[in-house]
C-alpha cells in the first residue's frame, strides 16, 4: 500500500504510478541508498537510488522543452530558442518548480545528508525533479512525462517571460533593484522578515522591502516557501515601482 505522502506527491504531480517503486527510487538519495546496504553487509543485495534516473530525466526534459519550443515558436532563430531552452531547464529555474511542489520534503536522505541541510539543497532538490520525470516517463510513457513537463515547467515560465525579444527575463530582482537605485544614485533597499508561520515542512515566509526617502517609502510586501523567494518577489513589485516614477 503506498503512503499517504507517496500518495499526496502523486496528486500534486498528477499522476498515479502503477509502478510506485519507481517514484520512491526517484527520491531516494545516494546517501540514503548507502546507508540502508550498510544494514544488510554481506547480502549483495543494492540499494537503487536517484542517479540514473536523473541522468534519464535530463535527456527527457531536455527533448520535451525543444520540442514544445520548436512547435510554439517556429519564426524564431536558432539562437533565441537556445537561449530559452538554457533558461528552462536551467538549475534556477528548476529549483523554483522543486519548491513550488516541496519535493523536499519527500526526499529520502542519508542521516548525515539530513543534518546538513540536504532537504534545501539546490542540487539536490534539481536532482530529485529530474529523477521524477524519469519515472514519469517509465511509468506513464512520453506522453505523460511531456504533458508534466509542458504544464507545469515550461509554460507558467514562458507566461512571464517578454518574447518578442531576444532578451532574457530579469529573475535575479534583488540585484536588478540593486543596480537600479545605484543608477539613481540612491541607498540600497532594506529587506525585513515580517512573519514566519506554518509547519516546518511547509512554512510561508513573508518578506517586506523599503526603498530610500527618494523614492516615497515603498514597501513591498510577499510571500515565498523559502526567504529568498519571497524577498525575490518583493524586489520584482519594487522595481515595478520604480518603473512608475520614470
Partial sequence: MKSREMVELEESLGHHFQRPELLEQALTHSSQAREVEALCPGTGLSTGDNEMLEFLGDAVLGLVTSESLFHRFPKFQEGHLSKLRAHLVGQRHLLRVAEQLQIGHYMRLGRGEEKSGGRNK????VDALEAILAA???DGGWTVARDFIVRVIVEPELAHMNLETSAMPVMDFKSALQEALQARGGTQPVYTLVKEEGPEHKKTFTVEVR???ATSQFVGRAQGATKKRAEQEAARQALEH???LT
Fill in 122 to 125: 539546490a542540487s539536490l532538490l
Fill in 136 to 138: 514519469l516517463y517509465l
Fill in 211 to 213: 526603498l530610500p526617502e
Fill in 242 to 244: 520604480l518603473a512608475t
